[in-house]
């Protein structure tokens, strides 16, 4: 045992040490802390220093802090950490060098971009998984060497290493590109101010105060789970974070309240789907998607709020369905709450949309939001923020953060390649032509595509790749370009749930001790708003995009909607069983209320009120005979 792990004890969210190696670490973590506070306050720094600066020390970070939890490799990650905590001074020394020579690199640069591509692609294997490396290597071996031996629309002639190395350091579409910017302004700090919620109590008091909530609803426990997932997934902006913060107290509820585990788990795992598509943190692609679309975030946000609240009726419905199916009696007890512990919460949340609604940027807004919760944790004694505390949500900050901004980093060798070599306008125009000009083939095509990629591939970066090789296509039909984008955002989410490899459904089952794919079936099921919702944006009414009127219509005709389909698959109303009978052309209308065409939606949608409402009608006909008998 090394004396590093000797020294620690064990912390909430991490190794807690007096060693000086932990000290040294600590100290880069609060550094790291200020530097982004200061630039998104009230400083000023060339982009390519700040993403410079961003990247580099996330890699430092990333390696560092996998160096102090110990194992075998602990020196080479060290020395990893070392290497990567001079691309910052590389960069900032090197661009005046640069500029010195008239934009010429000479050798060494190239050396040093090579060395950098490395240590990515590396490091973006060892924190999620190679698929995202193998990626990288392929789109850098396909610039490099393979685009002129491929076949019609695959070749390409080539670049040289010169223009790649340099396009990928100094270009907008490299390592320290338009991804890094977005990690590096709007990432990091809404993952701050996650971490300072959950120092500040917030965590548990949103689990609480949703267990209250949910505690006397059809099926308490598991719309517990949901309300509680909803709450905490809004502050946290994941949905694999929040299994794991939310799951460890309201799966064991479940499935102690006479839920099987599987159920418990899939309930968990759609519930905690919200975290990445509800305001007003969403997750890191929503802050991607902002930038690209040229869209104010808090434009993002209000318009995700329609959507988000259709997902989690959608969740909802399922849950409740299944309880009047089951029998499954509110069966727990509200706990009481002290509402002064949601004071930080109340502080922070108001802050950010205080300042949001004054004028002032997002990244600004955020950092207020921060102080704001720090300030209110001192009314909470239990949870009161002081020096130390501060030390360890730097920590945690930048073990969260570091690995979102390898991970974008990635991706940008990705999309960077795709970029140079204009084949991500080509690919998108082979899969419209492959879907023959059919919209809604291509809405499949994006479903599919980021259901595989997400196999491998965190969901910002599966939305990054997805929306470079397909967005343009969708382009043709005329449609808005944010509509585009969410849609693409909201199916990047599907690998989270969906079976063979649904991420979430996973973890959650291995909170539950059940096997993955029957939890993985459960979540698919209650995720169906998922594969739904954003049909509707397509034409733009649920967004506002075509005003008051049609939106309203749209999330009306959603509800009916999502009631149906909940009401076909779980074969169940509220008044007893639906026949199949019944069911199969419930479902059937049920989908056509999201089919973007109005002559359509518009039947369908009191189709299928006249079909729910018939169900209910059936089911206790036979009752109310019997009551009269």
């Known amino acids: 045992m090394s004396a590093e792990t000797e020294n620690q004890t064990a912390g909430p969210s991490g190794p807690v040490t007096t060693s000086p190696l932990y000290v040294i670490v600590a100290i880069a973590a609060c550094a790291y802390a200020v530097f982004h506070i200061w630039f998104a306050t ?17 890699l430092a970070l990333f390696f560092a802090l996998r160096g102090l939890d110990g194992g075998p490799r602990a020196r080479l990650w060290l020395a990893l950490a070392l290497i990567c905590a001079l691309i910052p001074v590389y960069v900032i020394v090197m661009e005046q060098a640069l500029y010195a020579r008239n934009d010429r690199m000479i050798p060494l640069d190239m050396w040093v971009a090579c060395g950098i591509l490395a240590l990515v692609l590396a490091a973006a294997g060892i924190a999620g998984g190679w698929v995202l490396t193998v990626l990288g290597t392929i789109a850098t071996a396909y610039a490099l060497w393979l685009g002129p031996f491929l076949p019609g629309g695959w070749g390409f002639r080539g670049i040289t290493l010169y223009t790649f190395t340099y396009r990928m350091i100094w270009g907008g579409e490299g390592y320290f590109g338009f991804l890094a910017t977005i990690s590096a302004t709007f990432v990091y700090l809404f993952v701050l101010l996650g971490v300072t ?8 008091f949103l689990v609480q105060a949703s267990l209250r909530i949910g505690a006397r609803l059809p099926g308490g426990p598991a719309q517990a789970a949901v309300v509680g997932s909803a709450a905490m997934g809004s502050v946290s902006g994941t949905s694999l974070g929040n299994v794991m913060a939310t799951g460890s107290v309201t799966i064991p509820m479940m499935i102690r309240a006479g839920y099987s585990r599987p159920f418990a788990a899939g ?27 040229q869209t104010p975030y808090t434009t993002v946000a209000l318009l995700s709020i329609l959507p988000a609240m259709l997902y989690f009726y959608s969740v909802f419905v399922g849950v409740a369905l299944d309880a009047f199916k ?3 009696k509110p069966a727990i007890e ?23 609604v004054i004028g002032y940027t997002p990244v600004f807004a955020c950092c207020g939001a921060i102080i704001a919760a720090i300030a209110g944790s001192w009314l909470t004694p239990a949870n009161r923020i002081g020096p130390r505390q501060l030390v360890q949500i730097a920590v945690d900050g930048a073990r969260a953060a570091s690995v979102t901004a390898i991970m974008l980093a990635a991706a940008n060798v990705v ?7 204009g084949k991500g306008i080509t690919f998108s125009a082979m899969i419209f032509d492959a879907a023959q000009g059919n919209m809604y083939l291509m809405a499949l095509a994006v479903l ?12 910002t970066a599966s939305y990054v790749i997805v929306a470079v090789v397909v967005g343009s296509g969708f382009e043709q039909f005329g449609l808005s370009i944010f509509a585009i984008h969410l849609m693409i955002y909201w199916y990047s989410q599907d690998s989270t749930v969906t079976p063979p490899v649904a991420l979430s459904a996973f973890a959650a089952a291995g909170i539950a001790r059940t096997p993955p794919f029957p939890a993985s079936i459960v979540s698919w099921r209650l995720s169906k708003g998922l594969y739904a919702i954003p049909l509707l944006f397509l034409s733009g009414d649920i967004l506002f995009l075509n005003g008051v009127g049609p939106a309203a219509v749209a999330f009306g005709g959603a509800i009916v909607g999502l009631t149906g389909i909940g009401m076909a698959l779980a074969r169940r109303c509220i008044g ?31 189709v299928t009120f006249l079909l729910i409402a018939l169900a209910e009608v059936r089911a206790r006909l036979p009752k109310a005979v019997g009551m009269a008998r």
């Open 42 to 58: 009230f400083g000023s720094i060339a982009d390519s220093w700040r993403n410079g600066v961003h990247v580099g020390g996330a």
């Open 197 to 204: 919620l959950l120092a500040a109590g917030s965590g548990n």
């Open 267 to 293: 309930v968990e795992a759609s519930a905690s789907n919200i975290g990445q598509i509800a305001p007003p943190v969403m997750g890191a692609g929503a802050f991607i998607l902002a930038a690209w679309t």
């Open 326 to 328: 089951h029998d499954w």
């Open 334 to 356: 509200r706990p009481q709450i002290v509402w002064r512990d949601g004071l930080p919460f109340a502080f922070a949340m108001g802050g950010l949309i205080a300042l949001l």
């Open 415 to 421: 999309v960077g390649v795709l970029t140079m070599t």
């Open 448 to 459: 599919l595509i980021s259901l595989i990629l997400g196999m491998g591939l965190p969901i």
């Open 576 to 606: 007893g069983p639906v026949p199949m009978w019944l069911a199969v052309p419930l479902f059937v209308s049920s989908v056509a209320t999201f089919l973007i065409e109005r002559e359509i939606a518009e039947p369908a949608i009191a």
